[in-house]
C-alpha cells in the first residue's frame, strides 16, 4: 500500500515537473513514457479547460444579463378554459411568443371569483416570469368583501388588454324605445320594469345599481344564475331589461328581436356602432365593460415592467391578435402600465363608492 501511494506522489510529481519543464518531452524510450507523459497532457488539458470554463462562464453570465431571459413566462388565469380571460391570454400569449422568442404559457387557476389565482401571483417570484390576467372581478369583489385586497398596490400593472362591451338591451314589446323614454317611464312608475342579471355581485348587477342612481330610478334587479338564462328571459318577455355582451346580443338587435338602448362603457362599441354610449346620454362616469388586464409580482423592477409592458402593446397592434379578439367579441385596449395602474384604481375606487351609496357592502358581509 506505502509503495503503490509512493508511486502515485513521484507521478504527481513527475507529472508537475514536466508539465513547468520547458525542455522537450520524454522519449519513446523511456519506461516511464506511457505513464509520466500521457498525466502531463492530461494535467494541461484541465488546466487549460479549467481557465477557459471560467472565462466562459463568466461570459455566459454577462451575456445573461445583457440578453432576454429564455424561460417561459407564465400568464395565471383566474377562470377555467375557454372563459373570455383564458382565450384573450391564449392569442395574446400566442403572439408575444412569437415576438420575444421564449415560450409563453397560459395556466387556469379558477376559484372564489379569480381572487385565488391573483392571491397566487402575489406570492410570486418578481422576475417578470409570472403574470397574472385580471378582469373587472378583481377590482370589484374585493371591494364588496371589504378583503382590503387592493390590485393596485397588491401587484404590478403592466398593460390593459382588452374589454368586452356591455349592451343595454330590451324586449321589443316594452313601450319606451329609447334611453331617455326607459329613464322617464322608470321615473314615473318605479319597480315597473325587471333587469336581469347574470347573478348576484356581479358586473351586470352592479350596472343596475349604477343606473339606478345615475338615473335617480328604481328598475327591479332580477339575478340569474348565469347570462345564458338571462337572455331566454329576455327574448321571451319575461323579464324588460339587460346587459348583454356586445358580440352576444348584436344578432337579435339586427333582426329586431331586441332593442338596444345604449352602450355601457365610455365609447361606442363596433359591434353596434349606431348605438350611443352612455356619457353621449349623460352619464359620464359610467362604465362597467368586462376588462381584461394584466400585473407583475409586487417588487418587480421597472425596466422589468416597462419591457412587459411594451411586449403586450406591440402584441396587440398586430393584425392576427385584434382579428382573433374581434371575432370573440372583444376590443383590444393597448393601455401601458402607468396609466393601466391608474384605470385599476380608479375602478377599485368606483365600486367601492357604488356599494356604499347603495348600501350593498354591509349586505356582503
Avoid at 149 to 177: E, H, Y
Avoid at 259 to 273: C, E, P
Avoid at 347 to 360: A, F, M, P, V, Y
Amino acid at each position: 500500500m506505502e509503495r503503490r501511494q509512493g508511486t502515485i506522489r513521484h507521478r504527481a510529481f513527475r507529472s508537475h515537473h514536466l508539465v513547468n519543464d520547458d525542455g522537450p518531452p520524454p522519449s519513446a524510450n523511456d519506461p516511464n513514457y506511457n505513464n509520466t507523459w500521457v498525466e502531463t497532457m492530461l494535467r494541461t488539458i484541465l488546466k487549460t479547460t479549467f481557465f477557459g470554463a471560467v472565462l466562459l462562464s463568466f461570459a455566459g453570465a454577462h451575456g445573461a444579463l445583457a440578453q432576454s431571459d429564455n424561460r417561459p413566462i407564465r400568464i395565471i388565469i383566474g377562470f377555467g378554459p375557454s372563459s373570455t380571460a383564458d382565450v384573450a391570454a391564449r392569442v395574446l400569449g400566442h403572439q408575444m411568443e412569437q415576438d420575444l422568442g421564449v415560450p409563453v404559457i397560459v395556466e387556469n387557476r379558477p376559484g372564489n371569483s379569480s381572487m385565488l389565482a391573483a392571491e397566487h401571483v402575489a406570492r410570486a417570484s418578481n422576475d417578470g416570469k409570472t403574470l397574472f390576467m385580471a378582469t373587472v372581478a378583481n377590482t370589484l369583489y374585493p371591494a364588496r368583501d371589504n378583503s382590503g385586497f387592493d390590485l393596485a398596490t397588491k401587484l404590478q400593472p403592466v398593460a390593459l388588454v382588452g374589454s368586452v362591451p356591455n349592451v343595454l338591451v330590451a324586449n321589443p314589446s316594452i313601450k319606451p324605445k329609447s334611453f331617455a323614454d326607459l329613464v322617464t317611464a322608470a321615473k314615473a312608475t318605479p319597480r315597473a320594469f325587471t333587469f336581469g342579471t347574470s347573478g348576484q355581485w356581479t358586473a351586470a348587477h352592479m350596472g343596475v345599481e349604477m343606473f339606478n342612481l345615475q338615473a335617480g330610478t328604481k328598475i327591479v334587479s332580477v339575478p340569474y344564475q348565469g347570462s345564458n338564462q338571462t337572455l331566454t328571459d329576455v327574448l321571451g318577455g319575461q323579464i324588460n331589461l339587460m346587459w348583454g355582451a356586445a358580440i352576444t346580443v348584436a344578432p337579435y338587435v339586427n333582426d329586431g328581436k331586441l332593442i338596444a338602448l345604449a352602450v355601457g362603457q365610455s365609447k361606442r362599441t363596433d359591434f353596434l356602432a349606431n348605438v350611443p354610449s352612455m356619457p353621449e346620454l349623460g352619464m359620464p362616469d359610467f362604465d362597467i365593460s368586462i376588462w381584461m388586464g394584466l400585473l407583475a409580482p409586487p417588487g418587480t423592477a421597472a425596466n422589468v415592467v416597462d419591457r412587459l409592458s411594451d411586449a403586450v402593446l406591440t402584441a396587440l397592434a398586430k393584425e392576427p391578435v385584434q382579428a382573433a379578439f374581434k371575432r370573440q367579441g372583444i376590443e383590444a385596449q393597448g393601455m401601458d402600465a402607468a396609466a393601466f395602474k391608474k384605470f385599476v384604481q380608479a375602478d377599485s375606487d368606483k365600486w367601492k363608492r357604488i356599494l356604499e351609496q347603495t348600501g350593498l357592502t354591509k349586505a356582503a358581509n
